[in-house]
């Protein structure tokens, strides 16, 4: 994992909770050590969270995706070389689960693209529905930050992805 050091003010991507924001850097004794941390700001949803800064890699704390990340993520949600059907819905969710939890913003985007894609071919359950708003919000609040570029844009051109998969399907 990346030894970044995060300067308060940075936005970070901390797994399955997204883009954070470092409010600050505090030391605190634990079992008479003491420990920095990081305190982060879920964007998201407003929460606080403390995360050592000495382990910050090992929880999946990373820096917020670079040029050549977006242009990867796009490539991934327009990739329709896959088969999603095969899976029970049980089975598909466990795995987009364990997807998300890893915090890497490729996997999410394939949780997106699958789930979208499934949604065109048959109805979801509430959880996939769930997962798969979750997953866009993930993705959309990441590459808006990324590409210095509004959380509304960032919709707007996903939307234009699938829509354009939306229809090859339908002619398909």
């Known amino acids: 994992m990346s030894s970044f050091r995060f300067k308060i003010g940075d936005k970070a991507v901390y797994p399955a909770h997204g883009v954070a924001e470092v409010t600050g850097i505090e030391e605190k004794n634990i079992g008479g050590t003491r420990q920095s941390f990081y305190v982060l700001r879920i964007l998201d949803n407003g929460m606080k969270i403390m995360i050592p800064t000495d382990s910050a890699g090992n929880v999946g704390l990373r820096e917020i995706i670079g040029k050549e990340e977006v242009r990867e993520v796009y490539e991934i949600l327009r990739d329709r070389k ?8 049980n089975r598909r969710y466990r795995e987009y689960t364990e997807k998300i939890k ?18 065109f071919t048959k109805d979801l359950s509430f959880g996939e529905r769930k997962m798969l708003d979750t997953a866009r919000s993930l993705l959309v609040r990441e590459l808006a930050i990324a590409k210095h570029s509004k959380e509304e844009i960032i919709e707007k051109e996903l939307i234009g992805i699938f829509r354009s998969a939306a229809n090859a399907s339908a002619a398909a």
């Open 82 to 89: 896959i088969s999603v059907n095969s899976q029970t819905w």
């Open 102 to 119: 890893t915090g890497s913003v490729f996997e999410i985007a394939e949780v997106l693209r699958d789930l979208y894609i499934l949604k």
